[in-house]
Every structure is written in C-alpha cells, then in structure tokens.
Nanobody
Framework: QVHLVESGGGLVQAGDSLRLSCGAS?????MGWFRQAPGKEREFVAA????????LYADSVKGRFTISRDNAKNMVYLQMNSLKPEDTAVYYC?????????????????WGQGTQVTVSS
C-alpha cells in the first residue's frame, strides 16, 4: 500500500498562484490530481506518466495548471496559475500501478486525504 500526502493548499485571491505537492511513501507509476467542490462530483484535473512524457489536463485548467513530478523523491506537483473562484475545491493526489495516465478516478489505486484550495474573488 502506498500512502499519499498532499500539501500546499490555502486561501488565495483570484489571479494568484499556488503550488500543490504530494509525497508518496513508495513508488507509483502514473499519478494525477482530482478535485471536488462542495455539492459537486469529483473531477479530473491532471495526470502524468512515470516517464514524464505523457500528461493529461482537464480543459478547464489547460494552460493555467502544470503537473510535474520528481521520481527520485516520489513527489508530484501541481502548479496552479491564474486561479479562479471556480477552482475552489479539495484537491486529491492519486497514483496507480499502471504507467498510463488516465482521466477516470476509479482506475487509480491510491488516494491522498486532500488539501483545500479556496480562491476568493
């Protein structure tokens, strides 16, 4: 079992930037970020392969968010720029035993506890 721990959430203003970090207790292959806003379903944000060559983004964050990882440190990051109030949500780090990044939450094997991101207007 791999444990994931997110950090870096907080309260920011619209237009600000924030960087989320996620540490894994062991090796995972593809990793990703999902988010869930109050009263809404969980949604895919971004994912990255172990090789760093494949990345996926939700249309709503493309061009504003960047996912990256440091395999030597078992870390994955989400750089969030130009934040909007609609980005407010709990952000979850995920990992899976396959090297292929996917957009479907059910295909991920490991989940963190989440970190709150609040963007004020």
């Amino acid at each position: 079992q791999v444990h994931l721990v997110e950090s870096g959430g907080g309260l920011v203003q619209a237009g600000d930037s924030l960087r989320l970090s996620c540490g894994a207790s062991g090796r995972t292959y593809a990793m990703g970020w999902f988010r869930q806003a109050p009263g809404k379903e969980r949604e895919f944000v971004a994912a990255i392969s172990w090789s760093l060559t494949n990345t996926l983004y939700a249309d709503s964050v493309k061009g504003r968010f960047t996912i990256s990882r440091d395999n030597a440190k078992n870390m994955v990051y989400l750089q969030m720029n130009s934040l909007k109030p609609e980005d407010t949500a709990v952000y979850y780090c995920t990992g899976r035993r396959s090297s292929i990044p996917v957009r479907t939450g059910d295909e991920y094997d490991y989940w963190g506890q989440g970190t709150q991101v609040t963007v004020s207007s």
